[in-house]
């Protein structure tokens, strides 16, 4: 099958000057939950313009805190951002507003409930554009069904309608509306088939070499997630325990034995341990 | 020529989509005026007493159909209807019937006048959901109707304040055919207004919100902004409904705006249909027209019936349960409402004989 290659970028596309991507930089992010909870302390990333970022770790170790944290979705949560800085180059994304934060380039596919299941595929697609966006719709969706021709086919459906990995390119497709320079995607193959979370990471992959689009994803499978990201980042208990490049991370015996599980017999209980340990308690003193 | 090549297939299915659109508008627009054209046909012939029934079902629409958007479209459950509706009648009595305004911009000020108070009720609900929102517009229906009850107390007493004749320029709306075709008018306003407001960027807006709210504000979409103009917006029409209907009737009174006439108007929009436009028009019509069909019937059933005079002695009960009724009836077996309904008994005829073969879009 040939694929269609991108003959011109979303920014001409919308005959938008070609901004350079900024950096994502974040500085001792502390996160509490209900005043009571917290979730991460004195966490510190940087995405690169263009770069793709993983986050990993296990259940409750921070991650999809830290990406709610950019997205400025935490209020929801009952949870505040009590120290740290979140930065999108020179702009402070700390303490605005979901919409304000996507208006400005920050785009983010939750985990669930992610999609309007009463609008088609199409109007999904165009719900986030702007007034002035919308006056040439098409010019977006064709870049969106570059990278999922298969969400053309579907453009009429109902979104209730599709299955679970069709609701994924969606969402991820109307994040690219957004025109994001950082692209934010929380647990990007639950509930997936391995073979369609190969072929989203390999699309991934060619919207951040095409669109220049830096990507931040949360991926439970470290093996998919090394495969494709420039760099790692592993949060335990709420802190970031390891980073580095998947070689580098490779290079870590700890890293291969809690998070690929490649321990043999012996010590794979002990790196149990050593995974269940680092979810203690974490209230607020 | 080589971005066109690659193009192609794209942009010749936008345009195939488009086509689809517009053939779907022409067929409405077609449905439209031939609806319009018998209901302006109707205005030469009906009797006085069917115009009176129409203007009241015309008006109730006006009423409905943005109360439909409020609750259909943008997920905003709201009892305050009837204090909406007296937020307008009353501005109506004040502009139009001391100071003497022309009937138009009384319309257009009662319709600001409810919006205003739709706005201040939109803020705080800004923070409430689902069953607060509904307790937060009950609790400006009893304060809307303490206010305008204290206010026709001290102006007018117990029989409430009356209305000069509804004049546009020269021409005086007396007629029970003038006040037809003028409601005739402002429902048709109202439809095409709303409709192009839902079907545009605003109304995927507002289902966006009304699905999912943190979905549709990472989306970029300002929820609280959508829900305050929402708010806002529907609460201006329901005003100049309030306000018209005031002209209509000549006289207002606090004893009008019962919070079950707020129920009544929830019953019109899940009976039509809820978030449908023509759905607000026909709940409506169902909804006022039902009183005289339960009379009708009655009048069918032979006096020696058991039942019939007790029917006739509780003729206003039974219209209220029967109301509740309906409305539990469509929720269980049809929430798409009587709209919903049409479409289903029209795809088992398209798809006639072949059936069980629905097409999923």
Same mark, same amino acid.
């Given at each position: 099958m040939t694929r269609r290659t991108p003959s011109f970028t979303r920014r001409q596309a919308a005959n938008l000057p070609d901004t350079p991507p900024q950096a994502l930089q974040i500085r001792q992010l502390s996160v509490v939950y209900d005043r009571? &909870?917290? &979730?991460?302390?004195g966490v510190s990333l940087e995405v690169a313009p263009g770069q793709m970022v993983a986050l990993l770790g296990a259940n409750g170790a921070g991650k999809t805190s830290v990406l709610r944290a950019i997205a400025g979705f935490l209020a929801a949560e009952r949870a505040e951002v009590t120290e740290g800085a979140i930065c999108l180059g020179t702009r402070d994304?700390?303490?605005?507003s979901p919409s304000w934060i996507a208006r400005n380039g920050v785009a983010f596919v939750p985990e669930r409930r992610k999609i309007f299941d009463t609008l088609s595929v199409r109007e999904n697609l165009e719900v986030g554009l702007s007034r002035q966006q919308a006056k040439r719709p098409h010019a977006h969706e064709e870049l969106v069904y570059q990278y999922f021709p298969a969400l053309e086919a579907l453009s009429s459906r109902r979104a209730g309608f599709l299955s679970g990995g069709e609701r994924q390119m969606l969402a991820i497709g109307r994040a690219l509306m957004c025109q994001p320079q950082l692209l934010m995607i929380d647990e990007l193959s639950l509930g997936l088939a391995p073979s369609v979370v190969t072929s989203l990471m390999r699309t991934l992959r060619r919207i951040r070499e095409e669109q220049g689009a830096s990507i931040l994803f949360v991926e439970q499978n470290a093996g998919a997630a090394l495969e494709v990201a420039d760099h790692v980042y592993v949060l335990e208990n709420g802190r970031v325990a390891m980073a580095g490049d998947p070689n580098q991370l490779m290079d870590v015996s700890e890293f291969r034995d809690v998070y690929?599980?490649? &321990?043999d017999e012996g010590t794979r209980s002990y790196a149990a341990l050593i995974k269940s340990s680092r979810a203690g308690s974490r209230e607020v003193g | 020529m080589k971005q066109a090549a690659v193009d192609r297939p794209t942009i010749s299915a936008w345009r195939g989509h488009r086509r689809l659109v517009r053939a779907t508008q022409r067929t409405r627009y077609r449905g439209a005026i031939v609806v319009g054209a018998l209901a302006v046909g109707y205005a030469f012939v009906g009797s006085n007493s069917n115009l009176f029934l129409g203007t009241t079902i015309f008006i109730a629409a006006v009423g409905a159909i943005a109360l439909n958007a409020l609750t259909g479209n943008l997920g905003i459950v709201s009892l305050g209807q009837a204090a909406f509706l007296a937020t307008g009648a009353f501005t109506a009595t004040y502009?139009?019937?001391?100071?003497?305004?022309?009937f138009l911009l009384v319309l257009l000020a009662s319709g600001v006048a409810a919006g205003l108070v739709g706005g201040i009720v939109g803020v705080p609900s800004l923070r409430w959901r689902g069953l607060y929102i509904i307790l937060g517009t009950f609790a400006l229906h009893y304060i809307v109707v303490y206010g305008a009850t204290k206010y026709e107390i001290n102006r007018v007493g117990p029989g409430g304040f009356n209305l000069p004749p509804a004049k546009i320029f020269s021409w005086t709306i007396t007629s029970q055919r003038d006040w037809y075709l003028f409601s005739l008018v402002l429902v048709a306003l109202t439809v095409a207004c709303v409709a192009k407001v839902l079907r545009g960027r605003t109304g995927r807006a507002w289902t966006a919100v009304r699905d999912r709210d943190l979905a549709a504000s990472i989306t970029g979409i300002d929820v609280s902004r959508a829900k305050v103009v929402g708010f806002i917006a529907t609460s201006f029409v329901v005003g100049v409904a309030g306000a018209t209907s005031a002209y209509f009737v000549g006289n207002v009174t606090?004893?009008?705006?019962t919070l079950n006439l707020a129920i009544q108007y929830v019953a019109m929009i899940i009976i039509g249909g809820l978030g449908s436009v023509p759905g607000a028009v026909v709940g409506a019509a169902f909804v006022v027209y039902l009183p005289h069909m339960i009379t009708k019937v009655v009048g069918l059933l032979p006096s020696s019936y058991p039942l019939a005079g007790w029917v006739n002695t509780n003729i206003f009960d039974l219209e209220a349960g029967l109301y509740g009724v309906f409305i539990i009836l469509f929720l269980l077996?049809?929430?798409?409402?009587l709209v919903a309904l049409a479409q289903r008994v029209r795809r088992y005829f398209v798809s006639w004989p072949f059936r069980d073969r629905g097409v999923i879009a």
């Open positions: 009571s &909870a917290q &979730a991460i302390r994304l700390r303490g605005k690929l599980g490649m &321990a | 502009l139009g019937g001391t100071l003497h305004w022309p606090t004893e009008t705006f077996l049809e929430p798409g409402g």
